[in-house]
C-alpha cells in the first residue's frame, strides 16, 4: 500500500500537473469504485482544479467550488499520467478510472481482482473532513502530543503506528523501517515504554518519513512516480527476511499475520529473542529457536 512519503510525492506530481486545469471528461470502467452518489460524481466535469492534498494515505483533487474527488489506493491501486499525443493504446484491463484533462489524463489502475481502491465525491469542508481518520502527522507533532496520542489506548506498537486514527500515512512498509530505527520490538506494549524509548520513536518516525519522502522526490525529479511499491532494495528489514540486518548483520526475522508480514531485527530490537510466529512455532513447538544465537 503506497504510505506518506508515495502518497506526498504522488500528490506533488499530480499539483504540478493539474493546478488550473480543466477536467474535460472522467470515465469509471468499475463500478466498484465510486463509493458516493451525491454529489453526482458527472458535476465534476468542466471544473478546474484548485487544489491537491493528502488526508493520510487518501489523495484529494479540489476542484472549483469546494467539490473534492478523494482516492483511496488501499493495497494495490496506483496512479500514472499520460500525455496528450501519447502513442494510443488500448486501455488496461485493470483500469478503474480516468480523469481527462486537455493535456493529458490521469488514470487509476489496480492489480488483482479484489477492487479495494475508492473513490468518493464529497461537497465541502466538512464533509471532506468526514473521511479523515484523524491520526496526526508526526513530522509537525511535539513530543507531547506525540507521547500523548502513542499511549492513548495500551496496544502494541507495531499496531500503534499503523494505525490511521493515531498517527497519518504510516503502514506496514515504513513501521518496521521505524521500529528498527528505534530499536523497538514490534510486540513493545505503547504504556510499557520509557520516556527515552517514546523519545527514539518520535525521531525515528520523523527521520525515516523525511528521508524515504526526499530519496523518492529525487528519485521520480520531474517525471511522475512509477514502480511505487512496498519493497525497495534501500530499506533495512522491510522485505528482508533471511538478509543481513546493515546495523549488525544478523538475518532479518519476519512474523507472519492475516495478508501481512512484519520484519524486524532480533539482535537490533528484541534483544536476541525471536519472536513467535504463531503458525510456525506452533507446527515446530520444541523446535522452534527462542534467540538468534541458536540459529548459528
Avoid at 39 to 48: F, H, Q
Avoid at 82 to 87: E, I, L, S
Avoid at 202 to 216: F, G, Q
Wanted: glycine share 8%.
Amino acid at each position: 500500500m503506497p504510505e506518506l512519503p508515495d502518497v506526498v510525492v504522488y500528490v506533488e506530481a499530480v499539483h504540478k500537473r493539474l493546478i488550473g486545469k480543466t477536467l474535460v471528461a472522467l470515465s469509471i470502467p468499475s463500478p466498484f469504485l465510486l463509493r458516493t452518489a451525491v454529489p453526482p460524481v458527472s458535476t465534476l466535469t468542466g471544473r478546474r482544479v484548485a487544489g491537491v492534498r493528502r488526508i493520510g494515505k487518501r489523495i484529494v483533487l479540489e476542484f472549483e467550488g469546494r467539490l473534492f474527488a478523494v482516492l483511496h489506493l488501499m493495497i494495490a491501486g496506483r496512479l500514472h499520467w499520460v500525455p496528450q499525443g501519447a502513442r494510443a493504446r488500448s486501455p488496461p484491463r485493470n483500469l478503474l478510472a480516468r480523469f481527462e484533462f486537455d493535456d493529458g489524463a490521469l488514470t487509476l489502475t489496480e492489480a488483482g481482482t479484489r477492487k479495494r481502491a475508492s473513490l468518493h465525491v464529497v461537497d465541502g469542508e466538512i464533509a471532506l473532513a468526514a473521511l479523515d481518520p484523524g491520526g496526526i502527522d508526526v513530522a509537525t507533532a511535539s513530543p507531547e502530543v506525540f507521547r500523548e496520542r502513542l499511549i492513548a489506548e495500551n496496544h502494541t506498537v507495531k499496531r500503534a503506528l499503523t494505525d490511521p486514527r493515531v498517527f497519518s500515512g504510516i503502514g506496514n512498509a515504513y513501521s518496521d523501517e521505524i521500529l528498527h530505527r528505534a530499536q523497538l520490538s514490534p510486540f513493545a506494549l505503547t504504556r510499557k515504554l520509557t520516556a527515552e524509548q517514546i523519545g527514539r520513536l518520535h525521531r525515528a518516525a520523523s527521520d525515516v518519513l523525511a528521508e524515504w519522502t526526499e530519496r523518492l522526490r529525487a528519485a521520480t525529479g520531474d517525471g511522475f512516480p512509477g514502480k511505487v511499491t512496498a519493497f525497495r532494495p534501500e530499506m533495512a528489514v522491510h522485505g528482508k527476511f533471511g538478509q543481513p540486518c546493515p546495523v549488525c548483520g544478523a538475518p532479518v526475522q519476519r512474523i507472519v499475520y492475516a495478508e501481512n508480514e512484519t520484519n524486524y531485527c532480533a539482535r537490533c530490537q528484541t534483544g536476541g529473542t525471536i519472536l513467535a510466529d504463531r503458525s510456525l512455532s506452533r507446527l515446530l513447538k520444541a523446535s522452534w529457536p527462542r534467540s538468534i544465537d541458536e540459529l548459528g
